[in-house]
Nanobody
Framework: QVQLVESGGGLVQPGGSLRLSCAAS????????MGWYRQAPGKERELVAQ???????NYADSVKGRFTISRDSAVNTVYLQMNSLKPEDTAVYYC?????????WGQGTQVTVSS
């Protein structure tokens, strides 16, 4: 069974930082593109950042220069380092693995940016 387990969300003040982690099943991680998505109340889920199995990355314009996605194959984990957080970054953040034609989602972790 494929599992994605996210952690690292929480409450942070504007300008602060958080690091999200997503641990994936070993069987799929090395061949999967890994992505972080987010969904704010009343809005559609959107791509935040993605890293391919080869290490190429892409980011939503709204987070470029503030967020960094990375992956560590030794521990089958993808990270999202979020700096200079803004209130508009408040959302539930989801990890996604794309393994050939299959897509797997984590359960989501809440990120709230507020003073």
């Amino acid at each position: 069974q494929v599992q994605l387990v996210e952690s690292g969300g929480g409450l942070v003040q504007p300008g602060g930082s958080l690091r999200l982690s997503c641990a994936a099943s070993r069987t799929i991680f090395s061949k999967s593109a890994m992505g972080w998505y987010r969904q704010a109340p009343g809005k559609e889920r959107e791509l935040v950042a993605q890293v391919t199995s080869g290490g190429s990355t892409n980011y939503a314009d709204s987070v470029k220069g503030r967020f960094t996605i990375s992956r560590d194959s030794a521990v089958n984990t993808v990270y999202l380092q979020m700096n200079s957080l803004k209130p508009e970054d408040t959302a539930v953040y989801y990890c996604k693995a794309t393994y050939f034609i299959y897509q797997y989602w984590g359960q989501g972790t809440q990120v709230t940016v507020s003073s």
